[in-house]
């Protein structure tokens, strides 16, 4: 059974930075595709931020240059840098792992950035 525990949430002040990372524990973590999801107060869960098996990423067009997902096989873990941050990235941020289709999610950590 594949779990994922997130950390590294918090607030912080727009234009400052944050690092998220998602330590995943059963499967085998390089075989996974990884991503990010957020989900803000009245709104649907978003795509932020995805890293394959091979390491290709991709982006949502609302964080582009500003975070940078990467990921550590030897640790199992994925991480989530998020810099210049704004008052709109303000949400819960998931953590996804995803293999033939199936998805798993970690319990999400909260980012605040107050103006």
């Known amino acids: 059974q594949v779990q994922l525990v997130e950390s590294g949430g918090g607030l912080v002040q727009a234009g400052g930075s944050l690092r998220l990372s998602c330590a995943q524990s059963?499967?085998?973590?390089?075989?996974?595709?990884m991503g990010w999801y957020r989900q803000a107060p009245g709104k649907q869960r978003e795509s932020v931020a995805r890293?394959?098996?091979?390491?290709?990423?991709n982006y949502a067009e609302s964080v582009k240059g500003r975070f940078t997902i990467s990921r550590g096989n030897a640790k199992n873990t994925v991480y989530l840098e998020m810099n210049s941050l704004k008052p709109e990235d303000t949400a819960v941020y998931y953590c996804?792992?995803?293999?033939?289709?199936?998805?798993?999610w970690g319990q999400g950590t909260q980012v605040t950035v107050s103006a």
């Open positions: 996804n792992a995803e293999i033939f289709g199936t998805m798993y």
């Open positions: 890293i394959s098996s091979d390491a290709s990423t």
């Open positions: 059963g499967g085998i973590f390089r075989t996974y595709a």
